[in-house]
């Protein structure tokens, strides 16, 4: 499930992705750490792709499909990729874990079976001040099979 955020309230011009989300709309998935888009924390899909939503403004998503880690999941069940960092224990403090999960979603949507290169080159970009990344590598190998398993059954 995605939401297609069309402006009813007024942004102010210099407002960011994250701002808008967590004021306008309570969504606080998206957390704003570094600011500089160096750490993924800030991690929201638009249009598919990722974007560091501490730098994106607010302005651009007008009318744009935007995923944050809210959406991911249907009523009854958690995504995929949702299921598998749950299983694989792929967190400890959990304020990174959103940014990793949508950057894997991104990444299995891109390439359905990543070695542990691929994986480690596209989540590369995300910071886990934990330390809890064999974990992750782990999740993302279990969400690339849980979703072949889906893909399968479907």
């Excluded at 750490?33 to 939503?53: E, I, P, R, W, Y």
């Excluded at 501490?54 to 991911?72: H, K, P, R």
């Excluded at 749950?86 to 299995?108: D, K, N, R, S, V």
Aim: with cysteine.
């Amino acid at each position: 499930m995605t939401r297609t955020i069309t402006f009813t309230p007024e942004i102010k011009p210099h407002h960011n992705l994250v701002e808008l989300l967590q004021g306008e709309f309570n969504l606080l998935g998206a957390r704003e750490s570094c600011g500089q888009g160096m750490c993924g924390c800030c991690t929201v899909l638009v249009n598919g792709k990722a974007v560091s939503g501490c730098l994106y403004l607010a302005a651009f998503v007008d009318g744009a499909e935007v995923t944050t880690i809210e959406s991911l999941a249907k009523p009854d069940a958690l995504s995929p990729v949702q299921e598998a960092f749950i299983e694989a224990g792929a967190f400890q403090c959990g304020y990174c874990t959103p940014g990793f999960i949508l950057m894997t979603t991104q990444l299995l949507d891109a390439h359905a079976d990543p070695d542990d290169e691929q994986i480690r080159h596209y989540l590369s970009g995300n910071l886990c001040r934990c330390a809890a990344y064999p974990e992750i590598v782990n999740a993302v190998k279990l969400a690339a099979r849980k979703r072949k398993a889906g893909a399968a059954g479907a």
